[in-house]
């Protein structure tokens, strides 16, 4: 069965340092993956975008997350965070050839960022 | 260009009714998608409709039905509710053959 793990559930970083949140995940076809970001009592806004061809994929607020298929890892990294990025952030897959509603999430990763 | 839009924000029911949750697509999105995020969890995929029918269903019991209209908004309903419904449920929208899904700001659903 696919799934999604993302490694760490709370990760404490202070302003301006980097941060790296790791997801990894399990599939024997071929996948997509997004990273999403969910700010305190609403929903998901869409962060980034694997899809298909560069492994590196940029998204909004500078971060940007590199997909590892013999890794089968899709970390999501930023180098210099801000108060505001305090969130919970989630992983998710989908697969090709499988119904393209069908995204499997992983439980979360809560970044605190302290001044 | 409005997003997606669900409704009602916050809701509260008894062990045993049914509750009917409505969510309306981004703008030119013709496929709903309806997920349920627990406490503490990832959102978990509940079903799929695309021209008005049901395409995929997750692992849910029958007592999560759902429906779309011509003019692609949808509605979940839930019968015969149980305390472990409580849940914040997401409606995502997209368009047919694109992958990515945008969503809404959710309904709070507290089951008492």
């Known amino acids: 069965a696919q799934s999604v793990t993302q490694l760490d559930s709370q990760v404490p970083v202070f302003e301006e340092a980097p941060v790296e949140l790791r997801c990894n995940y399990s599939s024997s076809v071929s996948v997509y993956l997004f990273w999403y970001v969910q700010y305190p009592n609403q929903g998901l806004q869409l962060l980034l975008k694997y899809l298909s061809g560069s492994t590196l994929v940029k998204g909004i607020n500078g971060f940007e997350a590199e997909f590892n298929k013999s890794q089968t890892s899709f970390h999501l990294r930023k180098p210099s965070v801000h108060i505001s990025d305090t969130a919970e952030y989630f992983c998710a897959v989908g697969h090709y050839g499988g119904s393209q509603g069908n995204l499997i999430f992983g439980k979360g990763t809560k970044l605190s960022v302290k001044p | 260009d409005a997003g997606v839009t669900q409704s009602p924000t916050h809701l509260i029911k008894t062990r045993g009714q049914q509750v009917t949750l409505r969510c309306s697509p981004k703008?030119?999105?013709?496929?709903v998608s309806w997920y349920q995020q627990a406490l503490g969890q990832g959102p978990q995929f509940i079903f799929q409709y695309y021209e008005e029918e049901e395409r995929q269903r997750g692992n849910f019991p029958d007592r999560f039905s759902g429906h779309q209209f011509p003019n692609y908004s949808s509605e979940l309903n839930v019968n015969a509710l149980l305390l472990g419904d409580s849940a914040l449920y997401l409606c995502a929208s997209s368009l047919a053959g694109s992958y990515e899904q945008y969503f809404g700001p959710g309904t709070r659903l507290t089951v008492t």
């Open positions: 703008s030119g999105h013709d496929t």
